[in-house]
């Protein structure tokens, strides 16, 4: 039987503190080199994946691009992934083989792609038990980005685990499910190259998630 | 046996400011037209977060007076200590969790190489720090107090002194990058960036106070600032 709500629990809880955009020199506190600082003894950067680790040597690459078809030269990216086996690496540390954690910037000039060298990620079980599709978490940080934008990023040459993956099944629009789809292309030396290019605003707009 | 599902209180997006808030030009062209796409259970993949423990934090990496020069010469600038702590909406102490931050020097420029504003680099002030909270959540950092700035959105708009902070917390979920405002400052309200939050209790949470208490005499004041991250619940499964 339902039960009378008698107490509101939002009053026993503190609020957040409120998220503000990461704006524009956000690289002289998250990546100190790109803003034209000096390094410090660690910094957490991209390469994720060392020589040593198990499983397929990758890049993962992108632009940022906003609703006018720009590119968003101004963005800083966290990437978040299991490892090979399916398995999260939490304790980030630089003389591992792998760590789950990386960052990456778009670029000033040029081409202005981010990217990450790491591990293709192995299949992670869902609550439900079923297992998700590989896949590496993305949060965008940027100015004119109030609060962080959060992706995934999953792989073409998976076809037949997207398309039983309880994550991307909870995308109703065939046509938004395949923003989260990197593509794979021809890499450099031994390293295969996967392409995800995030769209923030219009046509091909990237899905974002609430978690 | 037990197993541990843990889900973090939902984020109220109405207490953030909406990715769409035309005050704040930028947002008009970055934000997402569509709806985010809620996932009714989170997976481990959301759940989980770094731990950054094991990371080598310098020595002046939380003392921006020294850090740049690594103690050679001191910046230009209100000698300050921010500190504080990171709890979760219940109140939890929230440890070894990595806090960063970058600010503008005294003069309001900053170090990066797209800053071009009129006021001079200070040769003393890099305006970069980190550091971990301790097993209470505590932080603190030194620093000087950085200087307003104009910037291009309205025809003469200033930003608030402000220090941009970011916390990782627990959690992917409860990662969290925000602005520090100082108490008092008559630009805070007049801010378009400020004013992308829409309640004024939000706002409050962002505002830095100052606290004599903790403060050096003949050294320096002290701002008080406490983070909040999402709260963690836990609900425990017998398994047969």
Redesign the interface.
Known sequence: MQQPNTQSTSEL??????????????????A?SV????A???E?WNRMAGPEAEGEPIEVVGTVI???G?L?R?ALI?A?Q?DAKGV?Q?????RNAF???GRTATT?EGSSEWSLQTIKPGP?????GQP?AP?I?L?I??????????T?LYFDDERDANAHCP?LS??ESPT?RQTLIASREAGDGDRVRYRFDIR???DG??????? | MHDE?TRF?E???N?????Y?PG?K?????????S???????????I???????????RY?NDLLLNFTQGQALPVGERIIMFGRV?????KPVPNTLV???QANAGGR??????NYLAPLDPNF???G?TLTDEQGWYRFRTIKPGPYPWPNDPNSWRPAHI?V?VMGPS??T?????MYFEGDPLIPRCP??N??NDP???E??IGRLDMAHSKPMDCLAYRF??????RLQTYFENQ
């Open positions: 809880i503190l609020r957040e503190t409120a998220s503000q955009t990461a704006g524009p020199y956000v690289h002289i506190g998250l100190p803003a034209g600082l000096p410090r003894d660690e957490i906003d609703g006018n720009d968003v101004d966290e978040w299991a999260y939490p304790f980030f540390d630089l760590n789950s954690f000033f992670v079980a869902h609550a439900s998700m896949h978490n949060s940080f940027a100015r004119g980005v109030n609060v962080h934008l959060q995934r994550v909870r995308i938004r923030l605003q219009g707009e990237t899905v974002f998630f609430d978690f | 599902k209180v984020r109220d997006r207490w953030h400011p909406p990715a808030a704040y930028t947002s008009v062209a970055r934000s997402p037209q569509q985010l796409v809620s996932m009714q259970s989170p997976s481990v993949s959301e989980g977060g770094p731990d950054f423990s094991g990371l080598r934090i310098g990496d709890i979760d909406q219940f109140g960063e931050m970058w900053y170090r990066h190489r797209n800053d890099g305006g970069v980190r941009h970011s992917i979920s990662r969290l990058i925000t602005q960036i400020v992308t939050v209790d939000a706002v949470t962002m406490d983070l909040v991250v999402r709260g």
